[in-house]
């Protein structure tokens, strides 16, 4: 069974330029996780997703970040533009409810903002 | 306001010996902790999970202690082994289905030959 697939791997982009990540979370997960992870702390959860639906975005900072789930299955999260301070790791996450037994995380994406 | 705490940054155990790694947490409404287990540029893997009714649960060499009156728990992996070299973060939760899971900043474990 392939994991939870992010691409890139690492970006590294000026401040005040857009960014996007992509996320293929496992077949048949229904819930789908977006976190963040700043040096030397533990994730954070930005948004989850119930099929298509973002049941919690209340972590999101809405004015600069925007995620989609289009039919339910792949992700995309959006920073625009992006700040020094966004420089983190990006990891999505999904599972086939809330998960309860874990989720399953995928090798996140690198940001740099420079 | 951190709600899951892991104080020691990182631990040194000599391989063979027991491992033990310490979280804490301030919400009483958790009733649901797991461990994730981390290697360098790998996303956090699930490890092992206890619910508050129980005192202790244990699969292989990871044994996982809840303390619910000092809002404490404990991961106990013995023996250690050097593939056990890792970061570890502890997390919470509730069994309601709308609750996120709250991570500690984690412990690096370094597994001494």
């Known amino acids: 069974e392939a994991g939870v697939v992010q691409s890139p791997r690492y970006k590294i982009i000026e401040k005040k330029q857009p960014v996007a990540f992509w996320c293929n979370p496992i077949s048949g997960h229904n819930t789908l996780y977006w976190y963040r992870q700043n040096l030397g702390q533990g994730p954070e959860l930005l948004i989850r997703?119930?099929?298509?639906?973002?049941?919690?975005d209340s972590q999101l900072p809405k004015d600069r970040f925007s995620a989609e789930r289009l039919k339910g299955v792949d992700s995309t999260l959006k920073i625009q533009p992006a700040e020094l301070g966004d420089s983190a790791v990006y990891l999505c996450a999904s599972s086939f409810e809330q998960g309860q037994r874990g989720y399953t995380f995928g090798s996140g994406t690198r940001l740099t903002v420079v | 306001d951190q709600q899951v705490k892991q104080n020691s940054p990182s631990l040194s155990v000599q391989e063979g010996r027991i491992s033990i790694l310490n979280c804490d947490y301030t919400n009483s409404m958790f009733d649901y902790f797991l461990w994730y287990k981390k290697y360098p540029a790998e996303g956090p893997t699930f490890l092992i999970s206890?619910?508050?009714?129980?005192d202790k649960n244990e699969d292989g060499r990871f044994t996982v202690f809840l303390n619910k009156s000092a809002k404490h728990l404990s991961l106990h992996i013995v023996p250690s082994q050097p593939g056990d070299s890792a970061v570890y973060f502890c997390?919470?939760?509730?069994?309601?289905?709308?609750?996120?899971?709250?991570f500690g900043k984690g412990t690096r474990l370094h597994i001494l030959p």
């Open positions: 997703y119930e099929n298509e639906e973002a049941v919690d």
């Open positions: 997390a919470a939760s509730t069994l309601n289905r709308d609750d996120k899971i709250i």
């Open positions: 206890i619910s508050s009714i129980k």
